[in-house]
């Protein structure tokens, strides 16, 4: 009887743990988080969190990175200096 115990209780963590790393997997950007200082660098980082990518574009005072995410397309901006985001509006 013990080793079912232990068994339904593997089975009860199982999904959570799941859930956890998909929670993480797809993570949304938030202003102040930092995301990059190079092109390079916001794409990867845009892509790795589940970002699809229309358009990066710079300008003299951020970086703004067109994108949709699970149907949603917004716009986030990024100062060129620290890499962070500084707004994340509605596209």
């Known amino acids: 009887m013990i080793p079912y115990i232990r068994y339904a209780k593997l089975g009860l963590f199982a999904p959570a743990t799941l859930l956890a790393f998909s929670m993480t997997a797809s993570a949304d950007y938030q202003v102040g988080d930092k995301i990059g200082l190079s092109i390079s660098d ?12 229309r358009e990066i574009e710079v300008k003299a ?8 995410i ?19 509006e509605d596209d």
């Not at 005072?61 to 949709?68: G, L, Q, S, W, Y």
């Not at 149907?71 to 890499?83: A, F, R, T, V």
């Open 42 to 53: 916001i794409a990867k980082g845009l892509e790795n969190n589940g970002y699809d990518i």
């Open 61 to 68: 005072d951020r970086i703004e990175a067109e994108v949709t």
């Open 70 to 88: 699970e149907g949603e397309k917004l716009e986030i901006k990024i100062d060129p200096l620290s890499g962070l985001v500084t707004r994340i």
